[in-house]
């Protein structure tokens, strides 16, 4: 059928009973335009952005000590300083994995609401965000496959979503809130340490910049999301969500201790050192730093009750 | 497919283990999980929880789940549903 056949055409217009599109032309909300604004002024090119050198952490470690989910195990006390370098190397290919796998999920979910009524009138901007955590998986993968070997896999499982509509949104966007928020914590942590490898310090500034109006959408989004839900569920119902999510920025934080970077570091009994770490006091203070700011905000929103926010 | 055959030394203490894992990590207040009960239905073991899951498989089988490196490619929930599918998935072939 041609493009021209006025037949063809007519065929597919829709039925006479479908009501006409009146309603007037969205318009986004001034904070989610100014964002708008905010992107475009600092649009890159996410091919240029980075100055790839042969080989990184030759001299500099990739992330500072207290970053390393070991550091407070006699097994990173036993390394010397080349093995230092080279276990945080893959430590910062890990973290970049987690971060990737996170935003990888957050993208695919962004994409499955992005027209939906609830999201419709922030659907430019979320487009933007979607190129921007593109970017983000990009340059985090060009650093796992150029320096540490690829990408570490994702054992995450995507479980069907139970519960209403409302609430798996809900989750959904506090996730990745949660994850921007504490990866923003580590992200500022690894550029205030100048000894760290100048190229590891741009991608995690370029993350830092571009997270800043993320994190300021989610914190918006959010709050409209859990004031709708608010006026239906009980204040249990949000409890119980709050006490899902606070479980949720343990695991993502927990990913970090990874036994596969101990292996690849050349470390013994990779699984005992994980537990090792993680019930380390050097891990269990990055988590209370990494974590303290949007426990803050799920309090101020009634997700969590001020004596869990402890 | 039912296996009939003797559950041996080794499997018999992997089922075990696996087990105690979910008992100590699971919300709910039980003190038993029969080998082919549905954990995934019946949350017992929730998404979060998954990945210690995959860890603790991998440290139990000594091999890593996703074979090939890759993601969770070529694995369904049914590889995870009860402790005998686990033991089938990851334990039992070469
Ligand atoms: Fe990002
Ligand atoms: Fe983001």
């Given at each position: 059928m041609s493009t021209d056949d006025p037949a063809g055409r007519a065929s597919r217009?829709?039925?006479?009973t479908t009501p006409p599109r009146t309603a007037p032309p969205l318009t986004m909300p001034p904070r989610t335009a100014r964002l708008m604004d905010l992107t475009r002024a600092a649009f890159c090119d996410p091919y240029e952005i980075v100055d790839w050198?042969?080989?990184?952490g030759d001299d500099a470690q990739c992330l500072p000590d207290r970053l390393?989910?070991?550091?407070?195990t006699g097994a990173f006390d036993a390394l010397d300083r080349a093995g230092r370098r080279r276990l945080s190397l893959f430590e910062c290919a890990n973290l970049f994995s987690v971060l990737l796998h996170g935003e990888k999920a957050y993208v695919a979910g962004l994409a499955a609401r992005i027209h939906e009524p609830a999201t419709a009138s922030h659907a430019e901007y979320l487009h933007a965000l979607i190129d921007e955590e593109n970017k983000h998986m990009y340059l985090f993968s060009q650093f796992c496959t150029r320096y540490a070997g690829g990408v570490y896999p994702d054992h995450g499982f995507p479980f069907p979503a139970d519960g209403p509509k409302e609430e798996t949104d809900l989750v959904f966007y506090a996730q990745a809130l949660l994850m921007e928020e504490m990866f923003d914590h580590l992200n500022r942590a690894v550029v205030g340490d100048p000894s760290i490898d100048s190229t590891v310090r741009r991608i995690h500034q370029i993350h830092i910049d571009d997270e800043a109006r993320h994190i300021s959408f989610g914190r918006a989004h959010l709050e409209d999301l859990v004031e709708r839900l608010a006026q239906t569920a009980g204040a249990g119902r949000l409890l119980a969500i709050g006490a899902y999510l606070d479980r949720y920025m343990t695991v993502m934080l927990e990913r970090l201790a990874n036994p596969r970077v101990y292996q690849d570091a050349g470390l013994d009994d990779a699984y005992a050192l994980r537990r090792q770490a993680l019930a380390s006091e050097g891990v269990r203070s990055l988590h209370a730093a990494a974590t303290v700011r949007s426990r803050g905000f799920l309090t101020k929103l009634g997700l969590v009750g001020p004596e869990q926010a402890a | 497919m039912t296996d009939r055959s003797p559950e041996t030394e080794t499997e018999a203490d992997a089922k075990t283990a696996i087990e105690g894992w979910l008992l100590a990590h699971t919300s709910h207040p039980i003190e038993r999980i029969a080998?082919?009960?549905?954990?995934v239905t019946g949350r017992i073991l929730d998404s979060l929880r998954f990945v210690d899951l995959i860890l603790l498989i991998e440290e139990l089988s000594?091999?890593?789940?996703?074979r090939a490196g890759?993601?969770?490619?070529?694995?369904?929930?049914d590889d995870f549903r009860t402790i005998d599918a686990i033991w089938n998935r990851f334990f039992k072939t070469p």
């Open positions: 217009m829709p039925p006479e050198p042969e080989s990184v390393i989910s070991i550091v407070d | 080998h082919d009960q549905d954990i000594g091999r890593p789940v996703d890759l993601d969770m490619n070529g694995l369904g929930l």
